[in-house]
């Protein structure tokens, strides 16, 4: 029923904890049904007491669990070490250790690096946004869109050279560009100029985090952020600091940095 009676949708917020929702989720569902009655200008129910009263219940009863690891220095070894194994072809190898040190170095979220799908095309990093400066000591990576910056107003990231150079950005960017097909957009690319999707980058990851022998369900794309912030904890860079690095533009940058 159109608006949607305050009772109904106190049961269907029952409905859905009883089915084992997540509060997260339960809480979409809920913003998309007050989103339907602001544009019709109905009275939203989600502004009930009651109603806010039992997302608050649901958040406290079945509080969220992040289980994602943090993708630490010497896990980022490991995984570059098994990417000959678990990757068919040496130009692959190339490309996802590219990739992975960028994500890892650079702070990046998955979408703002490669293919996700159709509706944020525009987002992944493309061949004009990447480049190595001239003395070859840092990889310059603008970021036209992320989650924070829906409007294309560009951010440019200069990550430095390290001093090991089995885990340097730059030597793998520069390694993957000598072999990189010419004339393609997106700069995560396959041999085949098909653009390097958040699949495929999620896929391989696992296999190579199996192949190293840790536990592949502790870590996901996001893990790459979440160690690199941690990382930089752990040397004592503050978290204001470390927040302006990731583009954080809340506090939420708390809660990444784990202990290890």
Same mark, same amino acid.
Request: glycine share 4%.
């Given at each position: 029923?159109?608006?949607?009676?305050?009772?109904?949708?106190?049961?269907?917020?029952?409905?859905?904890?009883?089915?084992?929702?997540?509060?997260?989720?339960?809480?979409?569902?809920?913003?998309?049904?007050?989103?339907?009655?602001?544009?019709?200008?109905?009275?939203?129910?989600?502004?009930?007491?009651?109603?806010?009263?039992?997302?608050?219940?649901?958040?406290?009863?079945?509080?969220?669990?992040?289980?994602?690891?943090?993708?630490?220095?010497?896990?980022?070894?490991?995984?570059?070490?098994? /990417?000959?194994?678990?990757? &068919? $072809?040496?130009?692959?190898?190339?490309?996802?250790?590219? *990739?992975? @040190?960028?994500?890892?170095?650079?702070l990046l979220r998955v979408s703002e690096l490669v293919f996700t799908c159709n509706m944020y095309r525009n987002r992944p990093l493309t061949a004009r946004d990447v480049r190595i400066d001239k003395d070859s000591s840092a990889v310059i990576v603008t970021i036209?869109?992320?989650?924070?910056?829906?409007?294309?107003?560009?951010?440019?990231?200069?990550?430095?050279?390290?001093?090991?150079?089995?885990?340097?950005?730059?030597?793998?960017?520069?390694?993957?560009?000598?072999?990189?097909?010419?004339?393609?957009?997106?700069?995560?690319?396959?041999?085949?100029?098909?653009? /390097?999707?958040?699949?495929? &980058? $999620?896929?391989?990851?696992?296999?190579?985090?199996?192949? *190293?022998? @840790?536990?592949?369900?502790?870590?996901?794309?996001?893990?790459?952020?979440?160690?690199?912030?941690?990382?930089?904890?752990?040397?004592?860079?503050?978290?204001?600091?470390?927040?302006?690095?990731?583009?954080?533009?809340?506090?939420?940058?708390?809660?990444?940095?784990?202990?290890?």
């Amino acid at each position: 029923m159109w608006p949607v009676p305050g009772h109904h949708l106190a049961l269907f917020i029952s409905y859905c904890f009883e089915q084992g929702y997540a509060p997260a989720t339960i809480t979409t569902y809920t913003s998309g049904i007050s989103f339907q009655h602001k544009l019709y200008h109905w009275n939203d129910p989600t502004d009930l007491f009651i109603i806010k009263k039992l997302l608050d219940g649901c958040r406290r009863i079945r509080p969220k669990s992040d289980v994602r690891a943090p993708i630490t220095i010497s896990t980022l070894k490991s995984i570059c070490h098994a /990417l000959p194994f678990v990757c &068919f $072809s040496p130009y692959e190898v190339l490309l996802f250790k590219a *990739a992975y @040190l960028l994500a890892f170095f650079g702070l990046l979220r998955v979408s703002e690096l490669v293919f996700t799908c159709n509706m944020y095309r525009n987002r992944p990093l493309t061949a004009r946004d990447v480049r190595i400066d001239k003395d070859s000591s840092a990889v310059i990576v603008t970021i036209r869109f992320s989650k924070n910056n829906q409007y294309g107003s560009p951010t440019v990231l200069r990550i430095p050279a390290s001093e090991d150079t089995t885990l340097c950005c730059v030597t793998a960017i520069a390694e993957y560009l000598k072999c990189r097909p010419d004339q393609v957009s997106y700069f995560f690319s396959h041999a085949n100029s098909l653009p /390097l999707t958040r699949s495929q &980058f $999620s896929g391989v990851l696992s296999k190579a985090i199996r192949f *190293a022998g @840790l536990p592949v369900h502790k870590f996901k794309t996001h893990s790459f952020r979440i160690g690199r912030a941690s990382t930089l904890a752990a040397q004592g860079i503050s978290n204001e600091t470390i927040k302006l690095l990731g583009r954080w533009k809340s506090n939420a940058v708390q809660s990444y940095i784990r202990l290890y």
